[in-house]
């Protein structure tokens, strides 16, 4: 067996329910990788800015596919970014108004945004997942590259995956949505990512919970699922593994090193 790349989703699989992590235990297996040359990769629906954050030390050493796949960056590089088209932009926002959503934040490249009318208390949540974040009058003609819209809904089932196939419609865990441009989801990003390293897919071995991990589980060699997943993320991956809560992720990146 050799894994030379490692991608992990976040929520649900990496983390606990606390938003954590063993960090004393993922030091050591990140030394581990260093040694053998085995690329991490944090592949997450959620910012660059909050995702590099959970690995400060190790930030300059480590592959972000954040926005599920729409903004990646390479050992502090960006190599590539998705942008919605302003056209695209105005017909989402409309749909969108239609639905009475929570709140919508739009994901640019530079920033995220949500109106002013935010309350305090969604405002909190957003910046939980969303750590450089502005309040501006209107999502409309942003000096940014908005890459995908998050947006909070009280029905998933509410939400079509069509609009007009311009934007792709992807759960994301609670009661979360995120639009995308098609084609852009995390395995397009961790082909970027093996493409630069020169790293081929029977390499790759990839952990998720949730539909955004679809099409990331089905590209990886090795494919892993949480106890914690969705029915259908089980049946994609090649074997499922312990919960969110037991490290089963870290114990299953250690057997993996062990076998490399």
């Not at 030091?27 to 944090?42: I, T, Y």
């Not at 998705?82 to 490249?109: H, M, T």
């Not at 081929?200 to 990886?220: I, K, Q, S, W």
Request: proline share 3%.
């Amino acid at each position: 067996m050799t894994v030379s790349l490692i991608a992990v989703d976040m929520d649900g699989t990496f983390l606990d329910d606390n938003k954590e992590y063993d960090r004393q235990y993922f030091a050591e297996l990140f030394q581990r990788m260093q040694d053998q040359n085995v690329e991490f990769v944090v592949a997450s629906g959620n910012q660059y800015a909050q995702l590099a954050n959970f690995f400060a030390p190790y930030r300059e050493k480590i592959t972000f596919v954040s926005e599920n796949g729409g903004n990646i960056w390479l050992h502090q590089e960006p190599i590539y970014h998705a942008r919605i088209s302003n056209a695209v932009q105005n017909k989402a926002l409309n749909a969108i108004k239609q639905l009475n959503p929570d709140f919508v934040i739009a994901c640019g490249f530079k920033s995220a945004y949500v109106l002013d009318t935010i309350t305090d208390e969604q405002f909190k949540v957003a910046s939980s997942y969303f750590p450089q974040i502005e309040k501006v009058e209107s999502l409309e003609n942003l000096n940014d590259d908005i890459i995908k819209y998050s947006v909070e809904v009280k029905e998933k089932s509410t939400f079509k995956n069509d609009f007009d196939g311009e934007l792709i419609a992807v759960p994301t865990g609670g009661s979360g949505i995120d639009l995308i441009l098609p084609g852009v989801h995390k395995a397009a990003g961790i082909k970027k990512v093996q493409e630069r390293l020169n790293i081929p897919t029977e390499e790759v071995a990839a952990f998720g919970d949730n539909g955004n991990d679809r099409e990331m589980l089905a590209h990886a060699h090795y494919s892993f699922a949480m106890e914690n997943a969705i029915p259908e993320v089980k049946k994609i991956a090649s074997a499922v593994i312990g919960n969110n809560n037991d490290k089963a992720v870290l114990k299953t990146i250690e057997r993996l090193l062990a076998s490399t």
